[in-house]
């Protein structure tokens, strides 16, 4: 009780905080910070991206975009051997009640679909709202309903690793080339800008995205199938 | 030059890479892992390598092809440099040590380790804000995954206490960051400075949550229950790369994000910098576990450098410095005793005694503990040192005290851990396999503290003058140590005569700093003669021995404040390892370190307010102090009374001189107790009279000498121990110097002289053939000796000269020292003090009675029938003192004439000499006639009891009634087995444990708050989350609860 | 609007704070700290607002007149790093349940206090 009443006070605080922050929020009516306005008015030149956000992402902010990439690399790689189960540890006939019929045969029908929505998000991370990031979890999300529907699936762990390594080692050899060929580390200008708002265009900023997609799609199937595999462990 | 980007370009491929790789292909996984370490190391020492030597200017790496703050840049200059290279450096040696479990956890753990590093080095460099954000999450979650890399169980409940914890502060590390961007319009560290957020509404409350967060992310006291557990729970390897990598990236976060909020948020810092600091150390004194003790000392030295931080503006350009010194010291050590706690694999301190069959990486070990503490010549000793004077000259007394509270928390329970290494018993379950991979970081670490040491004590002011050549000496012999004990010894005597020969024409006729060399080296000499007598190598022994007397050299040659303490502390050291080398002498180490720390600590206070003074570093600047003048010459006087054994600091002396080994003794008593009186003698006259408040001072002195005299030879009395009653009569013994010289008279310093000299030659005589005859007999207790004086002729002459000198009997100079003290108290008009000191010395007579009567006269023993004489080896030094003290008795005139001309400079002249002959206003003495008439006498006497002895008839020494007494069961029936039990009734309530009481309750007390304290880690990860909470609440109430 | 948007985050980061701090179920734990990253991500979001202005993608507005219609893009890219960053992180925390509950057949954080002072 006493500690339910310190933890009252202590979001009391906290809200103080934010309180206090409110105070001096107030909602802009126009673009006026300097650095949001500089990319709204320079990123379609500069970078040739007709989604600015994505401009700042995998350009401006590429560092960071390869800091993000290599978060979701560790979670993986950190979940991959936390949860590696022995052979000899594998229950074969774990018993799971038997999917529905709609289940099974609809996400035949659907995984192409997600996977392919997935795919489009990604390629077309430049142009419209998406990018690699948010298609690679709709493929991950396809991943997952193929999962539900068949519990006994195996996500082939080396066809996994191999497209996540190598589109990450794509990731870094892009942003090297930009410091080679153009202005630095993950500049993408070393290939031409294109023609604004066509597939072909903002250099080699849909190619990044395209590995990113690669990359996060199957990092985070590999999660998924990872979890998913220790379930089968013997209860020790 | 290779771009600092490609460290992050080559890890992250690499990574990638290993991503592909089979889970069979270890050794190729681990060959890249390894290469790709070395490669990073490799690009940061290079940039290093151009900063130092040709001395580039700063490299901004931009990327994007776009410039700040539009996209991110990295920054390359000499900070930037040095710190990726110690992390890359420790994470390259981490990898190698790591090798075996990484490979049998997998080649995954492999890329999160090199990604881990990595993100270290983004995390220095980087220059924008939310970049930093996201490696300082890659660091974390690659921690939260190495944490795993045994897969214990506990690993996971401290895995996920740290997930919970970091997840927490790194959201409010995004709430500042986005108000950041709101109020400022930069992401940009250098655009956010230069938009003074301070200035701006609601920016201060943007800074508190990013600062909150990055001080959370370096575990303040007392939220950082989560942080220990993960040191204790992961594998050691991890754990030093945490303390040594981690710590140093997010210490330099809070050091580059410092000069956005400006000065308002720096006393914030250092605040809880100190909090942490003590704290944390505190903590620690309760501490069993290793790993977890490690924990509790990192984040503590994480405090004191935050600390350091925020004190800057008192730094000033000296902080980066000072920082460093402490940074370094802290990472190569703890680096290195986490590798250690990773080979010995013991649940307990305890365990750690298995390094004693492992001489080298035990030396190791003590290295890492001394560099943690500040002592010379590791950088930490100067990067203390350049602190407590930056800040006293600045007057921030209080920062000084709670820095020097805090290392001697963290002294108290390094050095417990390091006694028990030496000295308790080697545990069985516990053996330390060779594996290169494991020994060569452990050694790298060892070497790098030395090296480091040694090549920044030239940036400390009057660095340049100190004389690291006698400490090289002393590695030669450690480099030796595998030789036999007498070329060991040879060398040892033939390297101090060498430097004796050297150094007396230096000290140019001072005369002061002449009788001293002359204890400190020639008593050296004397003594190292007498080990000889020991067979075998005696491991440790002369590198440790030399230590010391380098470090007594080292206080004669000092010129600087700088070089004295400097001397001070390895003396300090040296003696330590000499102490506990005893068989029982674990406790007795322990509470002389703690003691000599103490004191060290106030003598640091004092020189730093001698300092401040005037801003002089030079030894004279103690003649001018200005700042607190009375508290600076009381913590001085302190300081060096715990080195004289004063009263009230005395409680080491008695344990660690009785149960030293037997040439160790006269070491530590004779000479080693003569630097605290050179100190005071120092101190005295550069204080002089005149100074405020010394008159009271002294006066306080003179009767804590007075009584420290009479008490020191009460304990003596009522001793069954042979050595620590001779330890007790040191006590005393140094309390008549003390007294004396506070008089602040010539005849009072011409005692004080006397009694030192004399005390040197007789306790050194003393110890050395009491020793021997303890060795021989085996056993301390008087009362199972006697009847030693046909067995051992020389000896008994050897102590009865001894204790004739002590005695105060003429003709010998003991009279003299007791004729000028009486003199002086005369003529200083101290007579309750003089009463003291005359009852003292009457008290002297009793024990010496004992001493004599029990070990040499009465009945032999039915044991020690076949005993022989002790060692010549013993007896030549001592017989070399004895003619010291004959020549001294006949002609004092050839010592006391020019110290007494020496000291018409300080004090006006009351003694005047006329040809053998000394006056004073109170009468006259001469030494050499008494010497030839008592001489004479005596042998008149001696002729005539031969001649008339022959008539006697001679009773046997096992005669009854001669002897009075049983020859079995002596502790009951031994004459001199309490035998002054009627003045126990009497005067017992004089020697009732007082001082030791009052010292045991004081640890109690300590403890025992430590242990309530530490009950906040209660081990359970909700509230060590509320705990994070709690500090984010109350640090934003306190510092902007009136926004 | 904005303002509704940023209270409403405010609010998520105490909800999910009262889930990290009171529930002593793990997984609600761990719940609560998806709520508390949503709410903090709302909050930058809301960071970037302009009031009456859309996204900033340039496939209607022209690139000339990018400035004045388009929010602030610079939180919407950082949100998406931090969402990527929270689900990292809750990915993890998942895992570290999983195996707890392996270990010791419960998720009552009081159960796992075997590191303490």
Redesign the interface.
């Known amino acids: 009780m006493i500690k339910k009443i310190l933890i009252i006070g202590l979001l009391a605080g906290v809200g103080l905080i934010f309180f206090n922050l409110l105070q001096v929020y107030h909602v802009p009516t126009e673009l006026n910070n300097k650095l949001g306005a500089y990319y709204a008015e320079n990123a379609a030149t500069q970078v040739g991206a007709a989604n600015i956000i994505s401009a700042i992402v995998v350009t401006y902010r590429g560092f960071d975009t390869l800091g993000e990439v290599t978060i979701l690399f560790l979670a993986a790689s950190i979940i991959s051997f936390v949860l590696k189960v022995r052979k000899e540890d594998i229950v074969s006939d774990r018993f799971t009640s038997p999917n529905s019929e709609i289940l099974i045969y609809s996400s035949q029908i659907i995984v192409p679909v997600i996977f392919l929505v997935g795919i489009y998000i990604f390629i077309n991370g430049h142009l419209t709202p998406g990018g690699g990031f948010q298609g690679g979890a709709v493929i991950a999300s396809g991943v997952l309903l193929m999962m539900l529907a068949n519990p006994s699936m195996k996500v082939s762990h080396n066809l996994v690793a191999f497209v996540e390594s190598i589109s990450g080692i794509a990731f870094v050899v892009l942003g090297v080339l930009g410091l080679v060929l153009a202005g630095g580390f993950l500049d993408n200008r070393f290939l031409p800008l294109g023609e604004f708002g066509t597939m072909l265009s903002a250099g080699a900023l849909p190619l990044i995205y395209i590995f990113i997609g690669l990359k996060v799609g199957a990092e985070l199937s590999n999660i998924i199938g990872t979890i998913s595999y220790n379930q089968n462990e013997k209860n020790s | 030059m290779v771009?600092p980007?490609?460290i992050?370009?080559v890890i992250?491929?690499l990574?990638?890479?290993?991503?592909?790789l089979k889970s069979s292909m270890t050794r190729l996984g681990s060959i890249l892992m390894i290469g790709g370490l070395v490669f990073i190391t490799f690009v940061s020492g290079q940039w290093l390598y151009e900063f130092l030597v040709n001395h580039r200017a700063t490299d901004i790496?931009?990327?994007?092809?776009?410039l700040p703050?539009?996209?991110?840049n990295l920054q390359m200059g000499l900070n930037e440099a040095i710190l990726t290279t110690m992390i890359n450096i420790v994470g390259l040696l981490g990898g190698i040590y790591l090798l075996d479990s990484l490979k049998k956890?997998?080649i995954?753990?492999m890329?999160?380790f090199i990604?881990f590093v990595m993100?270290l080095n983004?995390i220095v460099m980087t220059r924008?804000i939310?970049?930093l954000f996201?490696?300082l999450?890659?660091s974390s979650?690659?921690t939260?995954?190495l944490i795993?890399l045994d897969?214990k169980?506990?690993a996971?409940?401290?895995?996920?206490k740290y997930?919970?914890a970091t997840?927490?502060i790194?959201?409010f590390l995004?709430?500042g960051?986005?108000?950041s961007?709101?109020?400022a319009?930069?992401?940009n560290i250098d655009g956010l400075i230069a938009a003074n957020l301070m200035s701006i509404?609601?920016g201060a409350?943007?800074l508190?949550?990013i600062y909150v967060s990055i001080i959370l992310e370096l575990k303040p006291f007392p939220a950082n229950g989560w942080g220990i557990?993960v040191y204790?729970?992961s594998n050691p390897g991890i754990s030093a790369l945490i303390s040594a990598g981690s710590a140093t990236a997010a210490l330099f976060v809070a050091y580059k994000l410092m000069p956005m909020g400006g000065s308002f948020w720096l006393p914030y810092f250092a605040i809880i910098g100190a909090i942490t600091f003590i704290g944390s150390n505190l903590m620690g004194t309760?501490?069993e576990n290793p790993n977890?003790l490690l924990g509790y000392s990192s984040i503590g030295q994480v405090g004191l450098i935050l600390m350091i931080i925020g004190l800057s503006p008192y730094l000033g350009k000296d902080t980066l410095l000072i920082g460093f010194s402490i940074l370094i010291s802290h990472y190569a050590a703890k680096a290195g005793l986490f590798w250690l706690s990773g080979i010995i694999k013991s649940k307990n301190i305890q365990g750690w005694s298995a390094l004693r069959k492992h001489p080298y990486l035990l030396f190791l070990f003590g290295t890492f503990i001394f560099a943690l503490i500040g002592f010379p010549p590791f950088p930490s000793f100067f990067g203390k040192w350049n602190l407590i004077m930056a800040l006293a000259a600045h007057g921030q007394y209080a920062w000084m005290t709670a820095i020097l509270a805090g290392s001697f928390t963290e002294a108290i329970y390094l050095f417990k851990w390091l006694g028990y290494s030496i000295k308790l018993e080697v545990p069985e379950d516990i053996t330390i396999k060779f594996e290169w991979n494991k020994y060569l970081p452990i050694y790298l670490m060892g070497i790098l503290l030395y090296f480091m040491g040694m090549y920044l004590a030239p940036f400390t002011e009057g660095g340049v003058y100190i004389n690291f050549l006698p400490l090289a000496f002393v590695f030669l012999l450690f480099a030796l140590d595998f030789l036999p004990v007498y070329v060991k010894n040879t060398l040892s005597i033939a390297g101090i005569i060498w430097y004796m020969v050297r150094l007396f024409p230096l000290l140019e006729h001072d005369l002061m700093r002449e009788i001293f060399a002359g204890i400190f080296l020639g008593g050296a000499v004397l003594t190292l003669v007498a080990g000889y007598a020991k067979k075998g190598k005696r491991p440790g022994f002369y590198p440790m021995a030399l230590l010391m007397f380098s470090g007594l050299v080292g206080l004669i040659e000092a010129n600087t404040l700088l070089e004295f303490f400097f001397s001070w502390e390895l003396m300090t050291a040296g003696s330590y390892f000499l102490i506990i080398r005893g068989k029982r002498s674990m406790p007795h180490g322990y509470s002389y370190m703690l003691f000599s720390i103490g004191g060290a600590y106030a003598i640091l206070f004092g020189l730093a307010l001698a300092y401040a003074s005037g801003l002089n570093i030079s030894l004279a600047a103690l003649g001018h102090i200005t700042q607190l003048t009375t508290l600076a010459y009381t913590l001085l006087a302190v300081g060096f009374m715990t080195k004289t054994a004063s009263l009230g600091l005395h409680i080491w002396l008695p344990g660690a001189h009785g149960e030293a080994e037997s040439d160790v003794s006269p070491m530590v008593s004779a000479i080693l107790l003569k630097a605290g009186v050179f100190g005071l003698m120092l101190l005295f006259f550069y204080m002089g009279t005149g100074t405020p408040g010394s008159e009271k001072l002294l006066y306080v002195l003179g009767w804590v000498g007075a009584l420290t005299a009479l008490s020191g030879n009460l304990g003596a009395v009522f001793q069954e121990d042979a050595k620590r009653l001779l330890a007790y009569s040191s006590i005393g013994q140094l309390g008549y110097i003390l007294f004396s010289i506070t008089m602040m008279t010539q005849l009072g310093w011409l005692a004080g002289f006397t009694y030192t000299i004399n005390h040197f030659m007789f306790k050194a005589i003393l110890f050395l053939v009491i020793g021997g005859i303890v060795v021989k007999l085996g056993t301390h207790n008087m009362y199972e000796m006697g009847g030693m004086i046909k067995k051992m002729p020389y000896s008994f002459v050897a102590v009865l000269i001894s204790i004739i000198v002590i005695g105060g009997i003429p003709p010998l100079s003991g009279f003299a020292g007791k004729w000028l003290l009486y003199n002086a108290v005369i003529q200083k008009g101290w007579y309750f003090q003089g009463v003291v000191v005359f009852f003292a010395g009457v008290i002297a007579f009793l024990y010496l009675f004992k001493l004599i009567h029990s070990v040499f006269l009465g009945q032999l023993k039915d044991n020690h029938r076949n005993m022989k004489e002790i060692s010549a080896w013993i007896l030549i030094p001592s017989y070399i003192l004895i003619i010291g003290i004959m020549v001294f008795s006949a002609f004092p005139q050839w010592v006391l004439k020019p110290i007494g001309n020496m000291l018409t400079v300080y004090f006006p002249k009351s003694l005047y000499w006329q040809g053998t002959r000394a006056f004073t206003s109170l009468g006259y003495w001469d030494g050499t006639t008494t010497m030839i008439v008592v001489v004479t006498a005596f042998t008149l006497l001696l002729g005539w009891l031969v001649i008339a002895s022959k008539k006697v008839k001679r009773i046997g020494q096992f005669n009854i009634v001669y002897a009075a007494e049983r020859p079995y069961r002596p502790e009951t029936t031994h004459v001199s087995y309490n035998i002054y039990a009627g003045y126990k009734k009497a005067l017992g309530f004089l020697v009732t444990p007082v001082v030791e009481t009052f010292w045991e309750n004081v640890s109690d007390m300590v403890l025992d708050f430590s242990g309530w304290l530490?009950?906040i880690?209660?081990?359970?990860?909700?509230n060590y989350?509320?705990h994070v909470?709690?500090f984010?609440?109350?640090f934003?109430?306190i510092a902007?609860g009136g926004? | 609007m904005g303002y509704i948007i940023i209270i409403t985050g405010f609010l998520l980061v105490l909800i999910g704070l009262w889930g990290i701090l009171s529930q002593k179920n793990l997984i609600k734990i761990i719940l609560g700290f998806t709520i508390f990253d949503t709410g903090i991500n709302v909050v930058m979001v809301s960071i970037g607002y302009v009031k009456g202005k859309t996204a900033p993608i340039l496939d209607i507005i022209s690139a000339k007149d990018a400035l004045k219609s388009v929010v602030d893009p610079v939180p919407q890219a950082l949100v998406l790093t931090s969402i990527v960053i929270g689900l990292g992180v809750s990915a993890l925390m998942l895992v570290y349940a999983i195996k707890l509950h392996h270990d010791k057949k419960s998720l009552d954080i009081n159960n796992f206090k075997d590191l303490k002072w």
């Open positions: 771009t980007i490609y992050v370009a992250l491929g990574a990638f890479l290993l991503g592909i790496i931009y990327t994007a092809g776009f703050p539009y996209a991110i956890t997998g995954n753990s890329a999160i990604v993100s983004v924008d939310f970049n996201v490696f999450e890659i979650i690659a939260g995954g795993l897969n169980r506990k996971f409940q401290a895995g996920m997930i919970i997840g927490i790194s959201n995004l709430i960051i986005i108000f961007y709101y109020f319009s930069s992401l509404k609601g409350i943007a508190f949550t557990d204790t729970a309760r501490q977890r530490r009950r880690y209660s081990g359970n990860m909700q989350a509320l909470v709690l984010i609440v109350v934003y109430l902007l926004l």
